[in-house]
């Protein structure tokens, strides 16, 4: 990835391939995130926020790669790493697979967010947009609501759930997709 900074198809390519490498291979997530794969996926998303497919497969290995702990402390230590998240969300408002994979990260950074640092970024606003936008998707419902309730175990972060006051998309993605979503969105639900 470092050789072709300049080339988006080849950090997609790259991308895709780390993503493909993470799935379900807690050996590979170490590795990658040890040598250096989470800084180089955030920069290719940084220089090629247009190339959407490259910030697809990106938010998909983050997302794979947000499963192991260290992982976890790369992605929110890393210089605007939320923020860029954030941007590739607003961008991609309308790709539910950026939407759920977005969630997805959020909801596995949740629990060592000790500095707010997706409260503060605006990363709750996004997931509620998401879940706005994409209200037939049970995918973003519920990867949006099991993030939110993960999101809500942290106070910085409830507070600024009670202040969006997503009462109504939630009970709607309960409704929708009760099977997928009914316990996480109880959950935040008797929160607000």
Not at 9 to 15: L, N
Not at 17 to 37: E, P, S, W, Y
């Amino acid at each position: 990835m470092e050789e072709h900074t300049e080339s988006s198809h080849a950090q997609e390519i790259a991308c895709n391939a780390l993503a493909n490498l993470a799935l379900d291979n807690m050996t590979n997530k170490r590795t990658i995130g040890q040598q250096g794969g989470i800084d180089a996926i955030l920069k290719a998303m940084k220089h090629h926020p247009d190339a959407a497919l490259l910030q697809k497969h990106a938010c998909a290995a983050l997302a794979d790669l947000a499963t192991n702990a260290g992982n976890s402390v790369r992605i929110l230590r890393a210089t605007n790493g939320i923020q860029v998240i954030i941007a590739t969300m607003q961008r991609y408002l309308d790709s539910s697979v950026v939407q759920e994979k977005a969630c997805i990260i959020f909801g596995n950074l949740a629990a060592i967010d000790v500095d707010s640092t997706i409260c503060e970024s605006g990363g709750i606003r996004s997931i509620i947009s998401a879940m706005k936008y994409h209200t037939n998707s049970v995918g973003v419902q519920s990867k949006g609501c099991w993030a939110l309730q993960e999101l809500s175990q942290l106070l910085c972060s409830l507070v600024v759930i009670r202040r969006e006051n997503p009462k109504d998309i939630l009970c709607d993605a309960s409704d929708r997709f009760p099977d997928e979503c009914r316990g996480a969105a109880k959950s935040v639900l008797v929160k607000l």
